[in-house]
């Protein structure tokens, strides 16, 4: 009842603070914010991924200015990469998936240490920063690109995050959260990589609430 109950209050806050700062304002759209080598973000990316050492993981939660905003402090994680995956289209823009026509999620990249933290520790915080119980999106971000999914990239992943998801349904969540297949990710635009951190905000949807303690 406690988990519900501040789910309820943080999506009506959320929903307050969407209608001023949303996350599909101008600052998103500002020509002079765009990264002059978009790639480069990408191949960072790819770089530690390839570490022998190091895992991924694949997140969609609403807005991925929030996502990033707390996975990038989370401890064990070395890089995180906003995006987008899911859609039929390849190297989609920021306009091609909010219009919705391409079919693509926004989402978060994650990559960890295995030897200081695990999987099921990221899908625990993703679970825990969002509300896997909206079924439109996240908060007043409404449509596909805002919906909650887990992009699992294999059968270990899928089955820790149905666990979870198990998990909040015995606690009385009706979890809306969608299990796919990772696909291929596009990282998105540079002005999008690392939002708040360079606009010295935080989230404003966004919220940690503790759901499995």
């Known amino acids: 009842m406690t988990n519900r109950l501040l789910l309820t209050a943080a999506t009506l806050l959320c929903t307050f603070a969407g ?3 949303g ?3 101008t600052s998103k759209n500002d020509p002079s914010n765009t990264n002059s080598n978009p790639t480069e973000t990408m191949n960072q990316s790819e770089s530690n991924d390839t570490n022998k050492h190091l895992e991924t ?4 939660g ?3 200015w929030g996502m990033q ?3 990038e402090k989370a401890k064990g994680v070395t890089n995180t990469v906003v995006g987008y995956i899911g859609g039929h289209i390849t190297n989609p823009t920021y306009e091609q998936v909010c219009s919705h026509t391409s079919g693509h999620y926004e989402a978060i990249k994650v990559t960890y240490d295995p030897s200081v933290t695990n999987y099921e520790a990221m899908a625990k915080l993703f679970f825990d ?3 896997p119980t909206q079924t439109d999106g996240q908060g007043p971000d409404i449509g596909e690109q805002y919906m909650s999914v887990v992009f699992y990239a294999n059968d270990a992943q899928r089955q820790i995050a149905q666990n979870l998801i198990n998990q909040l349904t015995k606690k009385g969540l009706q979890v809306a959260t969608q299990l796919k297949m990772a696909t291929t990710f596009y990282p998105a635009e540079g002005y999008h990589q690392h939002h708040y951190d360079h606009e010295g905000t935080t989230p404003y949807c966004h919220r940690f609430i503790d759901k499995f303690n």
């Open 19 to 21: 209608t001023i700062y």
């Open 23 to 25: 996350c599909g304002n």
């Open 57 to 60: 993981a694949i997140f969609a």
């Open 62 to 64: 609403g807005c991925f």
């Open 69 to 71: 905003y707390y996975f």
């Open 129 to 131: 920063i969002h509300d």
